[in-house]
C-alpha cells in the first residue's frame, strides 16, 4: 500500500508560477514510474511529467519548456513546478506511482489559471 498526499494548488494568473507537492509513504525511489497527471472539465485525464526511472523524465508536448518534475528521495515527496502557466493548463492534477504492479493516485488538487 502507498499513500498519497498532493499539496499546492491553487488559483494563479496567466503567466504565474505554482509547485505541486506530492508526499508519499514510502521511499519514491520504489515507486517508479512515478507522475503527474490532469484532468480538465469535460476531458480525460492526461499524462503531465513522468519519471520512468532514475533521473528519465518524459513530458507532454503541451508542457515542455515550462514544467519540471523532481523529486526529493529524503522527504519521499514528488514536486512538479509550473511555470508560464496558461488557461488551459487550469484542471485538476494528480500524482500517480506505481508498487509492485499495483498504481496508486493522490486524490488531486485544483490548479486553476485566470485573471
Known amino acids: 500500500q502507498v499513500q498519497l498526499v498532493e499539496s499546492g494548488g491553487g488559483l494563479v494568473q496567466p503567466g504565474g508560477s505554482l509547485r505541486l507537492s506530492c508526499a508519499a509513504s514510502?521511499?519514491?525511489?520504489?515507486?517508479?514510474?512515478m507522475g503527474w497527471y490532469r484532468q480538465a472539465p469535460g476531458k480525460q485525464r492526461e499524462l503531465v511529467a513522468v519519471y520512468t526511472g532514475v533521473s528519465v523524465k518524459s513530458y507532454a508536448d503541451s508542457v515542455k519548456g515550462r514544467f519540471t518534475i523532481s523529486g526529493d528521495g529524503a522527504k519521499n515527496t514528488l514536486y512538479l513546478q509550473m511555470n508560464s502557466l496558461k488557461a488551459e493548463d487550469t484542471a485538476v492534477y494528480y500524482c500517480?506511482?506505481?508498487?509492485?504492479?499495483?498504481?496508486?493516485w493522490g486524490q488531486g488538487t485544483q490548479v486553476t489559471v485566470s485573471s
Open positions: 514510502r521511499s519514491i525511489f520504489s515507486l517508479y514510474p
Open positions: 500517480k506511482v506505481r508498487y509492485y504492479s499495483n498504481d496508486y
